[in-house]
Structures are given as structure tokens and as C-alpha cells.
């Protein structure tokens, strides 16, 4: 049975789904809405968002996660996507500018070209100590 929706009269998201912003929607369900990009990164991205309006993925209720990515996935295949990112970040410094949950299915067209989601990957090396320490923290957690 699904968490009841909130939403929020200020966000832009919320506006979008009620319709009093228009967007160009490709799926909808009771729990979740997709829809076009206005500012693309790529021909074909897409935002797929819960109908309930958390700003972090963590404060979302977990049967609207379980039916975002079934509809990511719809979209990558209607598109015929061999190649493409699903991003969602959480909070501001972690690049999040609207404080909605949503994902994003960008397609990455062409190998090499800056079309699509462009990153660097600066990869950290930690050695076995501190990586087992960190293994046994998490671990106790979950």
C-alpha cells in the first residue's frame, strides 16, 4: 500500500506534477512521473520523479523507489539506448539543485563526445586497514 503523497506548493517538481507547470510527460503512475528535460544534457533525457516530495532519497518512502526504476528502464529501451547514465544526487554539494528526489536517464550518443553526462572520476586509493575498518563500521549498520 503506498505512503500517502505530499507535496510542496513551492517546489518546482510538485508544480510540474499537479500540471501547473507543463511539461512534456512520457509515463505516469500513481507513485511516480516522467517526463523531457527542458534543459537537456543529451536528445532524450529524462526526469523521473516520485509523487512525493522528499528532497533526499533517503527520506523517500521505499515502493516509490521500487517503481522509478522499472520506468528508467522503460525509457532507456524506448529509446534504444546502448549507452546511458541514471544519475540522483543528494543535497547541494553533491550537485542536487532541485531539492526533489529525482532521476535523471541521460543518453550518451556518441563515445568520447561531451554530449550526455560528462565526469571525471577522482578515485581514491585507501589501504587494507583502513578499508576492513570502514568494511566492519558499515557492517554493524546494516
Same mark, same amino acid.
Given at each position: 500500500?503506498?505512503?500517502?503523497?505530499?507535496?510542496?506548493?513551492?517546489?518546482?517538481?510538485? $508544480?510540474?506534477?499537479?500540471?501547473?507547470?507543463?511539461?512534456?510527460?512520457?509515463?505516469?503512475?500513481?507513485?511516480?512521473?516522467?517526463?523531457?528535460?527542458?534543459?537537456?544534457?543529451? $536528445?532524450?533525457?529524462?526526469?523521473?520523479?516520485?509523487?512525493?516530495?522528499?528532497?533526499?532519497?533517503?527520506?523517500?518512502?521505499?515502493?516509490?523507489?521500487?517503481?522509478?526504476?522499472?520506468?528508467?528502464?522503460?525509457?532507456?529501451?524506448?529509446?534504444?539506448?546502448?549507452?546511458?547514465?541514471?544519475?540522483?544526487?543528494?543535497? $547541494?554539494?553533491?550537485?542536487?539543485?532541485?531539492?526533489?528526489?529525482?532521476?535523471?536517464?541521460?543518453?550518451?550518443?556518441?563515445?568520447?563526445?561531451?554530449?550526455?553526462?560528462?565526469?571525471?572520476?577522482?578515485?581514491?586509493?585507501?589501504?587494507?586497514?583502513?578499508?576492513?575498518?570502514?568494511?566492519?563500521?558499515?557492517?554493524?549498520?546494516?
Amino acid at each position: 500500500m503506498a505512503t500517502v503523497a505530499k507535496s510542496l506548493a513551492s517546489c518546482i517538481f510538485c $508544480r510540474i506534477m499537479k500540471g501547473e507547470i507543463p511539461s512534456f510527460k512520457l509515463i505516469e503512475t500513481e507513485l511516480s512521473y516522467s517526463f523531457l528535460d527542458v534543459g537537456p544534457l543529451a $536528445r532524450g533525457h529524462t526526469l523521473v520523479i516520485p509523487k512525493y516530495h522528499a528532497e533526499k532519497m533517503h527520506e523517500l518512502p521505499d515502493e516509490y523507489l521500487n517503481d522509478i526504476m522499472p520506468i528508467a528502464k522503460k525509457i532507456a529501451l524506448a529509446q534504444g539506448l546502448e549507452n546511458y547514465n541514471i544519475l540522483q544526487n543528494n543535497g $547541494r554539494i553533491a550537485h542536487q539543485v532541485v531539492p526533489h528526489v529525482h532521476f535523471h536517464v541521460i543518453p550518451k550518443l556518441v563515445d568520447g563526445d561531451t554530449e550526455g553526462l560528462v565526469i571525471g572520476w577522482p578515485a581514491q586509493s585507501l589501504d587494507k586497514g583502513e578499508l576492513k575498518k570502514l568494511h566492519e563500521e558499515l557492517s554493524k549498520k546494516l
